[in-house]
């Protein structure tokens, strides 16, 4: 109850940032955009991340103005990410089960979308199998209503539902993120090399794109290029970090 009466607060004195996680390309090892992560900067407790946090918020309802703050606080660094290198970055924004299914994600989107002027194809929606399950008729009609404004739609955790591959059929995504605990263990448990291969090969032929989370180490990286996975994210390349140290890194690399 505590944490829960401090986030209301938190939100009017902006105490929350967006950490960016950058994906790369696999074949070119170029970053080609970034993960937008929620942290909070508590100022007792310190830096509080949203394992923590975002539960309470689900619960509270606190997760419909929190989550409008993202998106704005994301459309807002796309409109500036329109200058010299950095205008082909994409960036991926969490949506949480309540979320979706309330009635203000499509036009509270549909404003921020217009008035910061920013290319739809360059942002790009997780959602997570169980929050789509939540409700699926919904979820598949969200889901529509997004991509025919261009805006891009992952599957998060990919592989962690009990029914992902019905997903497939159900849902129009543009692409799949291989949950990081098949990741983990590909270098031995055998199983998860084979269900992530397949995995990887089942979506490019839905014509899908695919990118792993959580990659590790050099092994699961060439693992994952041998196998054609389009993007990665995790450790090996980078850690999420705050807006500034990512830019700076893609224009070092540039
Ligand atoms: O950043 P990790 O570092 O700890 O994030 C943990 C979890 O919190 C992830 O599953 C991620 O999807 C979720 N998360 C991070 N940022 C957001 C956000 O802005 N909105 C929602 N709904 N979930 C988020
Ligand atoms: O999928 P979600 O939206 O749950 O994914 C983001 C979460 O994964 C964040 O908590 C982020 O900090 C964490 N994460 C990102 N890369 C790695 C990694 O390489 N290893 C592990 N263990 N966690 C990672
Ligand atoms: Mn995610
Ligand atoms: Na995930």
């Known amino acids: 109850l505590m944490l829960e009466n401090r986030l209301w607060q938190a939100l009017e004195q902006n105490e929350f940032e967006l950490y960016l996680q950058p994906q790369i390309e696999l074949a070119t090892q170029r970053i080609i955009g970034a993960e937008a992560l929620l942290r909070w900067h508590h100022p007792e407790l310190g830096m509080v991340g949203p394992d923590r946090f975002i539960p309470i918020a689900e619960e509270s ?67 997570t199998e169980s929050a789509a399950m939540q409700d699926p008729e919904r979820s598949r009609a969200l889901l529509i209503e997004l991509r025919s404004r261009g805006i891009k739609v992952a599957i998060d955790d990919f592989g962690t539902g009990y029914s992902s591959l019905s997903y497939l059929k159900l849902f129009e995504i543009d692409r799949i993120k291989i949950d990081r605990g098949f990741v983990k263990d590909i270098e031995s448990d055998p199983n998860d090399a084979v269900i992530v291969a397949a995995t990887i090969a089942l979506a490019h032929s839905l014509g899908l794109e695919v990118i792993a989370e959580g990659v590790e180490t050099e092994a699961q990286r060439d693992f994952l290029r041998a196998k054609q996975c389009d993007e990665a994210q995790g450790y090996l390349f980078a850690r999420p970090m705050p807006v500034a140290q990512f830019e700076a890194m893609v224009r070092t690399a540039e």
């Open 61 to 127: 309802g606190l997760i419909i103005p929190l989550g409008d703050w993202v998106l704005q606080r994301a459309c807002t660094l796309l409109h500036a990410w329109r200058a010299p290198g950095l205008s082909h970055l994409r960036l991926a924004v969490n949506l949480s089960a309540r979320q979706c299914h309330g009635p203000g994600l499509l036009p509270h989107l549909d404003r921020m979308l217009h008035s910061h002027g920013i290319d739809p194809a360059l942002l790009e929606l997780e959602i």
